[in-house]
């Protein structure tokens, strides 16, 4: 079957760096997501990883291999409103997308 | 301002009643979508649509219709709504197959 496995809570310090994983198993793959998701609001956009490697946008950086089907989100430099959920999302050869149950991320000044 | 819309923002139902929830995103996205999202699960599938006039099952379909008939609306009917549909219900939409989804603000459902 297909799944999606990420830790279901984190704590950080503020200023520090933390890493968040995710493993997936899914019937062909088109690529991994991560979005943010502040409590009561809706999931955001962050990163979009298809090749291996690392991609890096600012604080936040995606890495993918898809040999190990891993990913992780590194957040740099953390700031108290980086404390959310951070949702990991497989997409099939069906192009659908799996989704992981997200991890709370708490961030402790 | 571009975007997705949700109506109503919250809900409380009593079961048994007919209700729909409605989805309107300007962006012109061909593809959208609507997932519930429950504490402790990621967020599931219930039906998509690829383009205007053409929709799909996804994961947890039972109980739940919708309807594309413009690129514009997306609306999504409980037919005869039951506790377990108690739940937060996001649309989103997304221009292509693997391009990043946009999801609207969400609606808070209580069956009661």
């Known amino acids: 079957g297909q799944n999606i496995d990420q830790p279901t809570e984190m704590t950080a310090t503020e200023g520090a760096i933390v890493q968040i994983n995710c493993t997936y198993q899914?019937?062909?793959?088109?690529?991994l997501f991560w979005y943010q998701q502040h409590a009561g609001e809706a999931p955001t956009f962050l990163s979009y990883?298809?090749l291996d490697g690392l991609e890096e946008k600012g604080r936040f950086s995606s890495f993918l291999s898809r040999s190990k089907g891993y990913s992780y989100l590194l957040l740099k430099e953390l700031q108290m409103k980086d404390s959310a959920s951070y949702l990991c999302?497989?997409?099939?050869?069906?192009?659908?997308?799996?989704w992981g149950a997200g991890t709370k991320l708490i961030i402790k000044p | 301002i571009a975007g997705i819309t949700q109506a109503p923002t919250s809900q409380i139902l009593a079961a048994g009643r007919r209700m729909t929830l409605r989805c309107t995103q300007d962006?012109?996205?061909?593809?959208m979508y609507w997932y519930r999202q429950d504490l402790g699960l990621g967020l599931r599938l219930i039906h998509y649509?690829?383009?205007?006039?053409?929709?799909g099952k996804g994961e947890v379909p039972d109980g739940y219709s919708v309807s594309r008939a413009n690129t514009d609306d997306f609306p999504l009917t409980l037919a005869s709504a039951v506790p377990s549909q108690t739940s937060v219900y996001f649309c989103?939409?997304?221009?292509?197959?693997?391009?990043?989804?946009?999801f609207g603000n969400g609606t808070r459902l209580t069956v009661t």
């Open positions: 989103a939409s997304s221009p292509g197959s693997n391009s990043p989804l946009h």
């Open positions: 962006m012109r996205h061909n593809a």
């Open positions: 649509s690829n383009t205007a006039g053409t929709t």
């Open positions: 899914t019937s062909g793959f088109n690529g």
């Open positions: 990883n298809v």
């Open positions: 999302a497989a997409m099939d050869s069906n192009y659908q997308l799996i």
